[in-house]
């Protein structure tokens, strides 16, 4: 397969101080590089770059980007982002702990505590509507 997985993200944000700020001190991100119109972070495998841009604007669907959390680490979490004041944008319907919330510059995120391998074993006992498994192995 020629794709080995998510090399980086970057999100777009109006105020550059205000989002390192939160991906560091409220999610526990590490700064790695910071320049005039941009930081690299990293939080956990991720590499995150935050990019400096007056035309980033709120997001108004279900798109999101999820975080993997271990379950003895989520409710500090949990606590330290409801504390900073983030949106929550929807309530957890699935399985394994989750929070949806938003970012300073309105980027929808998730922790999670779960992976593919339990939302599918999760998926095996109540099927959303019409939907179809596919075992590889």
Known sequence: MPIGGVN?????????DRAVHFYVH???GRQRARWARG????LGTLWLC?????????????SHLAFSVDAQGFASLQEAIRLS???????????????YFEDPDGHKLEIHVGD???RLASCREKLYEGMELFDDG
């Open 50 to 62: 935050l990019e400096l841009d007056p035309r980033a604007a709120r997001q108004v669907d279900d």
């Open 26 to 28: 409220v999610l526990g």
């Open 39 to 42: 930081a690299y972070l990293e």
């Open 116 to 118: 593919l391998r339990t």
């Open 85 to 99: 004041g983030a949106r929550i944008w929807k309530e957890n319907r699935s399985e394994g702990a989750s929070l």
């Open 8 to 16: 980086h993200v970057t999100l777009a944000v109006r105020d550059l």
